[in-house]
């Protein structure tokens, strides 16, 4: 632990929030070029590292965000008992933490495996901005020979399986500006939003069992804007809906689920859509964890790059140190003991 906890502290000492990722993006590869047992390549500010491939060896892949959400600490990072707080502590520089120390930790002949490590950017932003699809996209051949993917998004070092499709629709109601105060002579695009806000807030979420897990469906608003004086009637209000549906659920079914909610009248655009993720389905690499391990098994209540993997065709699990109920939080934290674990886990499975 007296490596990570100064390691994981100098991650989160270094903002890196959606879109402002170089500085992080170099600290890593300063720290990790001078390993000889690994080629790296480069895509931007994202990294994608491997040792020599034998093709006698199955290969693993690990998977990190460089990005965060926005700060919401109300102090630098720092240490009060077992917990250090900054942000991105537990989504995900908990992870990247881990990573770095496995990969510091790989010697010649230590290893019955092929490793891929991916550090990337702007995970947290929009589906089509993230920085894994290009790196996908260049290098899909040589990934797709991963046979088991890590995920190290916060998990409570439990196994999370698949993961939530998300979309984004912007819906705008449309009515006409006028001065406060005479309202009759415009019409109030705020008020026409209510039936919907209504119905929205009325939602319960929707439990799905799909492979043998429990998804929730959910549907929220989450923004809104009207961009108009505080003298004047808005002539437009546009809210943000979101929408995280369960695997098994098509792009098209979930929208099609959105217009029949929202109804007739406003504008619909769908401004961000990324795919769900299936659950996970006979795995001789994820079988030889488990039988190492025994860890408790869940579904992912979110989306992950999980989903994007499984449109490349690569299997994989959600699996790291953070907490799941510190991502995007004020004040976020990470259980040092649980960092601990979490290195644990990974290298009792890949170094003899």
């Not at 994608?48 to 990005?67: A, E, M, S």
């Not at 930790?105 to 920085?131: I, M, P, Q, T, W």
């Not at 108009?228 to 995280?244: A, E, Q, T, V």
């Not at 408790?296 to 989306?303: I, L, M, P, T």
């Amino acid at each position: 632990m007296k490596e990570m906890v100064p390691l994981l502290i100098n991650l989160v000492k270094t903002p890196s929030e959606t879109g402002r990722e170089q500085t992080l993006s170099k600290m890593i590869f300063h720290r990790l070029e001078t390993l000889a047992h690994f080629e790296c390549q480069f895509m931007g500010l994202s990294q994608v590292y491997q040792t020599k491939r034998n093709p006698n060896k199955p290969t693993l892949g690990f998977f990190g965000h460089l990005d965060t959400v926005k700060n919401q600490q109300d102090k630098e990072p720092y240490i009060e008992g077992d917990r250090l707080y900054g942000c991105g502590a537990s989504d995900m520089k908990g992870g990247l933490a881990v990573m770095i120390r496995l990969m510091e930790s790989f010697k010649e002949g230590n290893c019955d495996y092929n490793l891929v490590f991916v550090y990337y950017d702007r995970e947290e932003g929009a589906y089509l901005d993230n920085g894994l699809e290009p790196v996908m996209a260049k290098w899909a051949d040589e990934l797709r020979q991963i046979d088991l993917a890590f995920a190290l998004e916060p998990t409570d070092n439990k196994v999370q399986m698949g993961c939530m499709g998300g979309i984004h629709v912007l819906v705008h109601f449309l009515g006409k500006s006028a001065h406060s105060a005479r309202p009759w002579q415009g019409e109030n695009a705020l008020h026409k939003a209510w039936p919907v806000l209504k119905r929205l807030s009325e939602l319960e979420r929707q439990e799905v069992d799909f492979g043998g897990l429990k998804f929730y469906e959910v549907i929220n608003a989450t923004q809104a804007s009207a961009m108009n004086p505080r003298n004047s009637i808005p002539g437009k209000f546009s809210l943000n809906i979101n929408y995280r549906f369960a695997p098994g659920k098509s792009m098209e079914e979930a929208k099609e689920e959105l217009r029949a909610l929202i109804g007739e009248g406003p504008e619909l655009d769908f401004v961000d859509q990324a795919p769900s993720a299936p659950v996970l389905d006979k795995n001789p690499m994820f079988d030889r964890f488990q039988a190492l391990h025994h860890l408790e098994v869940e579904s992912k209540q979110a989306w992950t790059d999980i989903a994007r993997l499984a449109h490349y065709g690569i299997s994989g699990i959600n699996l790291g140190p953070g907490r799941t109920d510190q991502a995007h939080q004020k004040n976020e934290w990470i259980s040092l003991t649980d960092l601990e674990k979490g290195l644990k886990l990974y290298k009792q499975f890949l170094f003899k």
